[in-house]
């Protein structure tokens, strides 16, 4: 059975730092391009950050370029995001989600297997 465990949301202030997990179990994870996405409420689901099962290149919504970093551990069979600079409309729910072999990453129904998505609120 695969799963998808995100971690590390809370509630933080604007400016603040933030880094999210999502630790993978079931899958040979070296296999799965790894994607965040994040929903706000009452807005559709929206791409946030993906990097490459393979060469790890990454991506990342205009939004969140200069802020966020993704970055994988493959040893460990997790995908991080790391957020900086955060604000207040970065507030959602953040999904990871992992495509087996995957190429066009922004796409959410490129990928197979999703979190169960963890809460990220930043205070004004």
């Known amino acids: 059975q695969v799963q998808l465990v995100e971690s590390g949301g809370g509630l933080v202030q604007a400016g603040d730092s933030l880094r999210l997990s999502c630790t993978a179990s079931?899958?040979?994870?070296?296999?799965?391009?790894m994607g965040w996405f994040r929903q706000a409420p009452g807005k559709k689901r929206e791409f946030v950050a993906a990097?490459?099962?393979?060469?790890?290149?990454?991506y990342y919504v205009d939004f969140v370029k200069g802020r966020f970093t993704i970055s994988r551990d493959n040893a460990k069979n997790t995908a991080y995001l790391q957020m900086g600079s955060l604000k207040p409309e970065d507030t959602a729910i953040y999904y990871c989600?992992?495509?087996?072999?995957?190429?066009?990453?922004?796409?959410?129904?490129?990928?197979?297997?999703w979190g169960q998505g963890t809460q990220v609120t930043v205070s004004s």
């Open positions: 989600a992992a495509g087996f072999r995957s190429v066009v990453l922004t796409n959410a129904r490129n990928y197979d297997y």
């Open positions: 079931g899958l040979t994870f070296r296999n799965y391009a």
């Open positions: 990097i490459t099962w393979d060469d790890f290149r990454t």
